[in-house]
């Protein structure tokens, strides 16, 4: 069974620092990895998705990596902003689950201006 | 990219009566989701809503508590059924799109008094 693990649970820094947020996988047999953003009580928002045969993806001041072999992703965020202040969720799609997505349990960033 | 219309957004409702949240897509999807998130923690997923046949729900789920529908390729809904304290979540719809991409509405907070 997947299981996705995300550390830290909860980040605090200063605006216009770099960050970088982890995420872990122990089934390496995946369609992809999703990053979202989630705000209080809303939805997600996709922010990256990065596909089974690729290493990273960027999107702007974001940057995704992905190594599969050893079961990990991690988020870099450059030059962090108040708007950044959200939960970071990693989703990974399984091989052996379908088109079910494995969620993380989130990591919450608070940038303080 | 899909852009999923969810409504209501939020509501307050009184226990053992249902409530019904609507999931609109701009295009048509094979795959649709149900997810639950339940305070301070990640999602997980109810059920997978099938057109044209009974929905396929995740262990721990069952039809009469959650009965879905999915009456076309661009819509669903999920009744939350006989509603206690414990229902109190923010319940998601999700689009698998391009049978890659997962994109999701923007939520429905739902509180049972």
């Known amino acids: ?25 122990t089934d390496s047999a995946i369609y992809n990895l999703q990053w979202f953003r989630q705000d209080p009580g809303k939805g997600l928002t996709s922010l990256l998705l990065i596909q089974s045969s690729q290493r990273e993806q960027t999107s702007g ?5 992905l190594d599969k ?21 990693c989703a990974v799609r399984g091989k052996t689950s379908g088109s079910r997505l494995t969620f993380g349990e989130g990591t919450q960033l608070t940038v303080n201006p | 990219s899909a852009v999923i219309s969810q409504k209501p957004s939020r509501d307050i ?16 999807v094979t795959m649709m989701f149900w997810y639950r998130q339940q305070p301070g923690q990640s999602l ?13 729900y995740e262990s721990g789920f069952v039809i009469d508590k959650f009965p879905i529908s999915r009456p076309n ?16 979540s923010i319940y998601l719809c999700s689009v698998l799109w391009s049978n890659t991409e997962a994109f999701f509405g923007q939520g429905t907070r739902l509180t049972v008094v």
């Not at chain 1, 649970?9 to 995420?23: D, F, H, K």
């Open chain 1, 1 to 25: 069974k997947q299981e996705v693990t995300q550390i830290p649970a909860a980040l605090s820094v200063p605006e216009g620092e770099n960050l970088v947020l982890n995420c872990s996988f």
């Open chain 1, 69 to 89: 072999s050893s079961g990990r992703s991690t988020l870099y965020i450059a030059a962090s902003q108040p708007g950044d202040s959200a939960t970071y969720l």
């Open chain 2, 44 to 56: 997980t997923l109810i059920a997978t809503a099938n057109q044209g046949s009974e929905a396929t």
């Open chain 2, 13 to 28: 409702c009184q226990r053992g009566t249902s409530l019904t949240i609507q999931c609109q897509v701009d295009s048509q």
């Open chain 2, 73 to 88: 390729l661009t819509f669903s809904t999920l009744t939350v059924s006989n509603m206690s304290p414990e229902d109190s």
């Open chain 1, 61 to 65: 001041r974001l940057n995704a990596s």
